[in-house]
């Protein structure tokens, strides 16, 4: 059981790259997440989904883009990569069931240069 | 749209003491609410969660309560070590269980 698992764990992009930050989950949650914390900051959502098929915006949406094909699976992709995007990424994942834990990964370090 | 506040925003103490750590949120229509640790670089530890019908949950030296009609919570930590040391964030449930997070307390504990 590995839990949430995030790749890459380091990434350095170029102004106007795109890529995509992969999580997966195990533990067949529904719910799932995806934050980014900006230096000395709190966590803010950008995008989260409450099953496969299903995904909806949080509140830092813009300039990211997600899917959910599977339950396993929640990428997050990046088109056209700014230095605003240089954050550290946590995806997430919950049961659902009110007396459940949410889950986090290891974070995903991006730098945009 | 919630809003958290963690009080104080960092802390230095000697090893031994017991530290109080403040946690406020504006809206109280909350479903739970989890204390977390982060250490430098690191990822986020679960503490401790409170569900929306317990007022207090506790784990080792740590103790966490919630007022929700006050929108405030408070994580006890007792005979704090130098292990302690790390960032504490507190983060209410609000609609299809999304966390909101507070910018944390940073805890130096020096032996």
């Known amino acids: 059981n590995a839990g949430v698992t995030q790749t890459p764990k380091f990434r350095i992009l170029k102004i106007g790259q795109s890529m995509t930050l992969q999580c997966a989950q195990d533990m067949n949650h529904n719910y799932m997440y995806w934050y980014r914390q900006d230096p000395g900051m709190g966590l803010k959502l950008i995008y989260y989904s409450v099953g496969a098929g299903i995904t909806d915006k949080g509140e830092v949406p813009n300039g990211y883009n997600v899917s959910r094909s599977t339950t396993e699976d929640f990428p997050l992709r990046l088109e056209l990569a700014a230095p605003s995007q240089t954050s550290v990424y946590f995806c997430a994942s919950w049961t659902g069931a009110s007396g459940n834990t949410i889950y986090f990964g290891e974070g995903s370090w991006l730098t945009v240069v | 749209k919630q809003e958290v506040t963690q009080i104080p925003a960092a802390l230095s103490v000697p090893e031994g003491e017991n530290l109080v750590l403040n946690c406020s949120f504006t809206?109280?229509?909350?479903?739970?609410l989890q204390w977390f640790r982060q250490d430098p670089g690191k990822g986020l530890t679960s503490l401790l969660l409170i569900q929306s019908s317990q007022r207090e949950q506790t784990s080792g030296r740590l103790n966490a309560s919630l007022d929700k009609s006050s929108g405030r919570s408070t994580l006890y930590i007792a005979a704090s070590q130098p292990g302690d040391s790390a960032t504490y964030l507190c983060?209410?449930?609000?609609?299809?269980?999304?966390?909101?997070f507070g910018t944390g307390t940073r805890l130096l504990v020096s032996p």
């Open positions: 983060a209410p449930y609000t609609g299809f269980q999304k966390l909101v």
């Open positions: 809206d109280s229509a909350i479903y739970n």
